[in-house]
């Protein structure tokens, strides 16, 4: 009887096909550069886009805290904060779906301040007030309006 290898998560995957430390590290690190298809719950929304840089490189994190969020979300799945949904890279795109116990982190309360998402024509839908300015520039931010945690068009 031949035994059969799943492996649930998209970094099982990667790990499963030993890549060299340079590759594994450079597919991880783009985990975040991604798009969520389908419906999202209300709350949300302003993650739909032809783009999504989830960002947590600009949310101030600690290293040990930073790798603990970049594992979860491309594994088990990463919790989002006040809902409970969790979000999870499962290649080529992530996902939103119920929290089940299994997600090894949560996001920081400030996490959407991260997120820049672009639409289909190439501009911003969502900026987040700690997206830095050379992952904005080019964009004349003068048509968004304040939305609390980031801005969005006018």
């Not at 949310?59 to 594992?71: H, N, P, Q, T, V």
């Not at 997600?103 to 959407?112: F, G, Q, V």
């Not at 992952?135 to 980031?150: I, L, N, P, V």
Request: aromatic content about 12%; overall charge negative; hydrophobic content about 40%.
């Amino acid at each position: 009887m031949a035994v059969q290898l799943t492996q649930k998560t998209w970094l099982e995957r990667v790990e499963a096909n030993r890549f060299d430390a340079w590759t594994r590290d450079q597919m991880v690190k783009e985990m975040p550069h991604t798009y969520f298809p389908g419906f999202l719950p209300v709350a949300l929304m302003f993650l739909q886009g032809r783009f999504v840089d989830l960002g947590f490189e600009n949310l101030g994190l600690a290293a040990d805290e930073y790798r603990k969020i970049m594992l979860a979300f491309g594994g088990t799945g990463l919790c989002i904060p006040d809902t409970r949904m969790r979000m999870r890279f499962v290649y080529p795109h992530a996902e939103v779906e119920p929290t089940d116990g299994s997600e090894t982190a949560t996001l920081p309360s400030w996490w959407k301040e991260g997120v820049l998402v672009i639409n289909d024509q190439g501009m911003p839908t969502w900026v987040g007030k700690r997206v830095r300015p050379d992952q904005t520039a080019g964009f004349d931010h003068r048509d968004y309006q304040d939305a609390g945690e980031g801005w969005t068009p006018a």
